[in-house]
């Protein structure tokens, strides 16, 4: 294929038709390349902010901006691996386990934008959130809408499992969802409790244990260790606070 047919074919997939109404007449034009050029990357860039919005991923702190020094424990080499995107491929889960404030979230967050960046689908949302809107849900029409909603994303993260108690209820749709998705797509999620304490999570549940098996077969479970960092950002946002308090009673005495 020559350089003319290429360019044909790149104008056909954008769907160009007024410029390949006249493609005999401006074929040859050295414009016309850049031009191609121009309108891909910006379909591109247009497609990945909208896969952004749709994806739910809000404001968060870049992987760049991530302070792998405060965690007492974490295995960065792993996570580095994982933001290859090797998991997607495999379709296996992820797990981040650890108490508040150590950036679980951060890190499941980079995970699902970088599967965007890569053409993947994404979506995140919180467990409180999720399992709420489904339980609302009077029909099962509705119901069967919605949980494919959350099914159907190559990557799905699940935010904040732990941090809240459910029913029997919840513990049923959130096993429905993650069956739906095992083999078949990658869900990473970010909880502050053992696997054995969730029982806790969802008390008198029958199905914990199958839900817990599903989750973690063929799961990188990766434990964070550490301080919270919300705690230390406001600890010393509280020291600076009062440094600069101190300054200016000193400048005030005579």
């Keep these: 294929m020559n350089r003319t047919e290429q360019l044909h074919e790149r104008a056909h997939a954008l769907r160009l038709h007024g410029l390949l109404a ?9 414009w016309v390349e850049p031009l191609l050029q121009w309108e891909e990357a910006e379909r591109t860039r247009r497609s990945l902010e909208r896969r952004i919005r749709d994806a739910r991923l809000g ?16 295995d960065r080499a792993a996570l580095d691996e994982l933001m290859t995107l090797d998991f997607v491929k495999d379709k296996s889960n992820i797990v981040l386990i650890g108490p508040n404030g150590v950036g679980k979230s951060t890190l499941a967050l980079n995970l699902a934008y970088q599967s965007l960046i890569h053409g993947y689908t994404a979506l995140f949302t919180t467990a409180g959130q999720m399992l709420g809107e489904l339980a609302a849900l009077d029909s099962d029409s509705a119901l069967r809408r919605r949980l494919q909603r959350y099914a159907s994303p190559e990557v799905l993260v699940i935010d904040e499992v732990g941090y809240l108690s459910y029913s029997n209820r919840h513990a049923d749709l959130l096993f429905e969802l993650v069956s739906r998705r095992y083999g078949t797509a990658s869900t990473v999620v970010t909880t502050n409790k053992p696997f054995k304490a969730w029982s806790e999570v969802f008390p008198n549940a029958a199905c914990v244990v199958s839900l817990v098996d599903r989750l973690v077969h063929r799961a990188e479970v990766i434990a964070i260790e550490g301080e919270s960092y919300r705690v230390k950002e406001a600890r010393e946002q509280a020291e600076q606070r009062a440094s600069r308090r101190n300054a200016a009673r000193q400048e005030k005495k005579p």
Excluded: N, Q, V
Excluded at 59 to 74: G, S, V
């Design 59 to 74: 404001h968060f702190k870049p992987l760049a901006d991530f302070d792998w020094t405060w965690p007492k424990r974490i």
């Design 22 to 30: 006249h493609w005999s007449e401006i074929a040859e034009a050295s």
